[in-house]
């Protein structure tokens, strides 16, 4: 698992991700974001996706953040990388990286990675997110509804970064950089 900053370079760049991908050894699976909830079996081929998911090792499931959470999900036998926005988040896109690992036949425990993205200490919410989480507070925490929802799940280990992007200038972020922001990768991969 991988998880890049600035100093990788804009992930948006194809020839970023081919070299990110060469120095792990197999290319990158990524879909077109849309901050949706599905998530498909990685495939070198890009469709409108907020999570790959996978068996095999020849292929390393990636998405691409800049405050948003990269969040992978490690079986025994299959891995998911997932894009967990707010929206996504609130609609069901952890459950769905679970429930497409759970398809490839991995049955055994799982764990989860949470990657830099917006931290509490930074992410100010409007009406729409303390709506769709159901909180009133004037920020929101995303990792830790992150967590609390791949526990519930049933994923038994969950680590977070502890990086916010919002006020870590080694990472892109959008809130903090607007349409300028680069991106970068969330990568997971079996061995």
């Known amino acids: 698992m991988l998880f890049t900053g600035r100093e990788a370079g804009d992930a948006r760049d194809a020839a970023t991700r081919a070299r990110i991908g060469a120095e792990i050894g197999r290319p990158l699976a990524h879909g077109r974001q849309v901050h949706g909830t599905r998530v498909v079996h990685a495939s070198e081929e890009v469709v409108e996706a907020d999570g790959q998911a996978t068996r095999h090792q020849r292929l390393a499931p990636a998405v691409l953040v800049a405050d948003c959470l990269p969040v992978a999900i490690a079986g025994g036998s299959a891995v998911a990388m997932v894009h967990a926005g707010w929206r996504g988040l609130a609609g069901g896109i952890l459950e ?30 409007g009406d729409e997110v303390r709506r769709a989480f159901g909180i009133q507070t004037k920020v929101a925490d995303l990792k830790g509804i992150a967590t609390r ?43």
């Open 149 to 191: 929802r791949l526990n519930a799940i049933g994923v038994d280990h969950v680590e977070d970064a502890g990086i916010c992007t919002i006020c870590d200038s080694r990472y892109f972020s959008f809130r903090r950089e607007g349409e300028a922001a680069g991106r970068q990768l969330g990568i997971v991969w079996r061995t």
């Open 96 to 125: 769905e990286g679970v429930r497409t690992v759970r398809a490839l036949g991995d049955d055994g425990p799982l764990s989860a990675a949470i990657g830099p993205g917006a931290g509490p200490c930074c992410y100010e919410i």
